[in-house]
């Protein structure tokens, strides 16, 4: 499986040593408040597992998974919502935890539901920001790391539900997502 990989962007090391210090920030910046960390399934829940951690306050926990329509390694413009919040929003100071930004759209929709249903506040916290290709008016608050245009795997990222259990960050081959 490893040989799927071209490159290694970021080691296991890199990546631990980069999330504790995004903890510490949101430990900073949402002190005295209690954020509901909401992790998007299922790419974000090694980062969601991690970044959590790294945090030295309260917080509360839930999950959402919303598809693209469509399948495939670009995404498309609409969202359905597979799995809802088990706690209602209305009130909540959110962090969305994100695998990666691409297009935004995604995330761009589902800010706009969670204002919706009347949440305080909504920032984004993404491990990875692919920035060149936004085309949704959404920037990430928190980001790991920006990245090239690359298709990438691992800490919680797949290719067709394979490599999240990687835990450093890849470069997926081409030859396996174009063949
Ligand atoms: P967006 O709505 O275009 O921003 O789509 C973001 C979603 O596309 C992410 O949550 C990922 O599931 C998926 N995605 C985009 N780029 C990659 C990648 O390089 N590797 C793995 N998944 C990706
Ligand atoms: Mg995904």
Same mark, same amino acid.
């Given at each position: 499986?490893?040989?799927?990989?071209? @490159?290694?962007?970021?080691?296991?090391?890199?990546?631990?040593?980069?999330? !504790?210090?995004?903890?510490?920030?949101?430990?900073?910046?949402?002190?005295?408040?209690?954020?509901?960390?909401?992790?998007? +399934? #299922?790419?974000?829940?090694?980062?969601?597992?991690?970044?959590? *951690?790294?945090?030295?306050?309260?917080?509360?926990?839930?999950?959402?998974?919303?598809?693209?329509?469509?399948?495939?390694?670009?995404?498309?413009?609409?969202?359905?919502?597979? #799995?809802?919040?088990?706690?209602? /929003?209305?009130? *909540?100071?959110?962090?969305?935890?994100?695998?990666?930004?691409?297009?935004?759209?995604?995330?761009?929709? +589902?800010?706009?539901?969670?204002?919706?249903?009347?949440?305080?506040?909504?920032?984004?916290?993404?491990?990875?920001?692919?920035?060149? *290709? !936004?085309?949704?008016?959404?920037?990430?608050?928190?980001?790991?790391?920006?990245?090239?245009?690359?298709? /990438?795997?691992?800490?919680?990222?797949?290719?067709?539900? #394979?490599?999240?259990?990687?835990?450093?960050?890849?470069?997926? @081959? !081409?030859?396996?997502?174009? #063949?």
């Amino acid at each position: 499986m490893h040989n799927d990989v071209e @490159k290694i962007l970021f080691t296991e090391e890199q990546i631990a040593a980069r999330v !504790r210090a995004l903890g510490a920030e949101l430990s900073r910046d949402y002190a005295g408040k209690n954020p509901l960390m909401l992790c998007i +399934l #299922k790419g974000a829940f090694v980062f969601f597992a991690d970044l959590t *951690r790294a945090m030295d306050m309260p917080v509360a926990m839930d999950f959402m998974q919303v598809s693209s329509y469509g399948a495939g390694a670009v995404s498309s413009g609409n969202i359905r919502i597979l #799995k809802d919040t088990a706690v209602p /929003v209305a009130g *909540r100071d959110v962090i969305i935890v994100e695998d990666i930004i691409d297009s935004g759209n995604s995330l761009y929709r +589902l800010k706009g539901l969670l204002k919706e249903r009347g949440a305080s506040s909504v920032k984004i916290c993404a491990f990875l920001d692919k920035a060149s *290709r !936004r085309t949704a008016p959404v920037a990430a608050d928190y980001v790991g790391y920006v990245i090239e245009d690359a298709f /990438v795997v691992g800490y919680g990222l797949d290719y067709a539900e #394979k490599y999240r259990n990687f835990p450093y960050l890849g470069i997926l @081959k !081409r030859e396996i997502y174009e #063949k």
